[in-house]
């Protein structure tokens, strides 16, 4: 699939708008038997995978790349499994298209529904994660959308080797040609191209770090839909119980350090300076933890002075910054003029503050007495998600299927002026 | 409310934010006491707005603006007393806020709650009608938004005593200061800041012509939600009802013309070349409108030959673009393609062609048998609307108060974690 095969970037986004129209009333079975194609395509060309990865991890090594990106980009035939399952698991989920989300009655007779449709185009740009290239297809086919990849110069070869396989695997389970492209080149360019398409194209997912993001939300003129960063926070409240709040504290800020509904800051409660605080500090740095500490919790031993941005920063490692405050509201306020919007969690046994934390706090996810790793598709039970998104507007939260449609209102009537 | 007393665009987002916070949490009986109160306030200092309104118009006036325009920009008693009555049917719909759209429990146990939530600071950036400072201020308002007004400078001295008069009132019935702000300045910096402070804004809602909503689309880092264009169709199917087809044509085209959901384009099936077609061309002609047709159409008497720009023009007047067509494919591909995906609609009594119409067309609203004119948020039954959303994220066809919303998720636990 070179440049000259498929042409410039509009050329491509043309190509998708007009295979868009016909996945848009795909029947369900076509949909998911391309789904299926796709996933047993993937096995049966694993040579074929693993010879183009084994390209992209040469030439990243070459650039001395570090061993946390290549492990990023590396594709084993357990990683190409995985997504061969992906691939199933979206195939089993319901199709979103069709459902009528409401439907009413005026009194002039008309018959009002409000009916989910496809978003249409659907351009992705990510960086060096190869499996993004399969996941954001498996989704975007799914809700009857044609999908533009753009994947890192890193991966360039393994993401166009999976795109032939599974774009020519759709095709012949009947889709549309040009339902599923990958643009030649990685370079900014291209994506400065994709971005002002607009007419072609319906909706941008940047799926990546916190400067493509940036770049994309700052130019483009195709709406965008990000999964933002996750500065989260674990609130301990005066009258928390012991076990349970360091137990989510632990969880929240181990079990996985490296996602973005990890915890990176907690907030204990005044009262419990002297008695739960150096527990919880003690017990976070026996799980290798470096704590960052407000005045009152540096008296404790091993702990870093924290600086104002330490309240800022996602470490998405093992570190923490821990903050002793006065009351409910001083950790309301922390979490609003701190965080990110992603994912907060107040450890309580009292109604009103549990309450009032709910109320408050301006969050894509608030917890009460749980751990914030639940936010993710998965644990929600919406199956696979495209990212977990900390913007207001169109989706918020676990983004799964249904963050890739529209709706559109269609009216019957029987003659009606106005 | 001059700059010195309000300081910079930023700081007025500042307080907006720190408004947004409390108005989040308002009872439904504040916010509409707020309401309320505003729509008293305004008669009640009517010789104050109407000695604004004629600073403004005499300006305007030595500046030799449009008639048109000077239209959109008078005040007087009635219009002051539509936007007092705007006001009070916004205080008579239903809290949107604080609604569960959904809710389940996962197997672990956790029950999570979807509740719709306010976005938190609107802003909203429109042209020369001081009516919107009212109206986007009352929808804003009761979805537990603050708002930050930036009218057109035609407009500055009405729109800084429409907003001086309706933030007092508001502020004595409880709403929390700055949660209704304009900016001092109607200058292009001053939008230029708006929409970079994605920090404290929320959303962005410009409302007016094309080059504003172009300018915002492409600089914006705040979410955007705009309503666009509308070049919207009639198609008269071969086996339409004559006269049906004429009432309908004539309504969407004549009864309101320099509106977005008025009829642009009439195409008509080739079967009815002969027929039906010379009785809409000589009807609209007896309605004073200019017809630009196709070759076929031009055979007709006084009908202006269209070019191809005239496929993609919203009149906005009395003209119109005829096209005859060989199917109802060529019409869907047609309106797909020189449409602005606002609001179509199919005359016919053949079910497949209706079915097939309302899956293939790509628009907010498509119509069996219904004039466009009913895209609409009172025609929908939806009450007050800040537009017509042609986009696809978030909010698409009339907006209403919901599209000044988002949704959160609370997740109530017992000390869950992975």
Known sequence: MGVDSVGSVEEIARRAKAASRVL???????????????AQALPAHLPEILAANAQDMQAARAKGISDSLLDRLMLDEARVGAMSEALMEVAALPDPIGEVVKGWKVPNGLLINQVRVPMGVVGVVYEARPNVTVDATALAIKAGNAVILRGGS????????????ISEAAEKAGAPPASIQALPTADRESVDQLMKLDRYIDLLVPRGGKDLIKNVVANSTVPVLWAGAGNCHIYVHADADFDMAEEITIN????????????ETLLVHRDLAGSLLPRLVSSLQAHGVTVHGCPTTQALPGVIPAVEEDWYTEY??????VKVVDSLGEAIDHINKYGTLHSEAIITKDYEAAKTFM???????????????????????????????????????????????SKKYVIFGSGQVR
């Open 359 to 405: 109320a408050q706090i301006d969050s894509a996810a608030v917890y009460v007495n749980a751990s914030t790793r639940f936010t993710d598709g998965a644990e929600f039970g919406m199956g696979a998600e495209i990212g977990i998104s900390t913007q207001k507007l169109h989706a918020r939260g676990p983004m799964g299927l249904t963050a890739l449609t």
């Open 24 to 38: 848009a009333t795909l029947p369900t079975g076509i949909k998911n038997g391309a789904l299926k194609a796709m």
């Open 154 to 165: 890193l991966a360039m070869a393994s993401n166009l080797a999976l795109t032939k396989i």
């Open 252 to 263: 929240a800020k181990v079990q996985r350090p490296s996602v973005c509904n990890a915890a």
């Open 316 to 321: 998405l490692g093992l570190e923490i910054a």
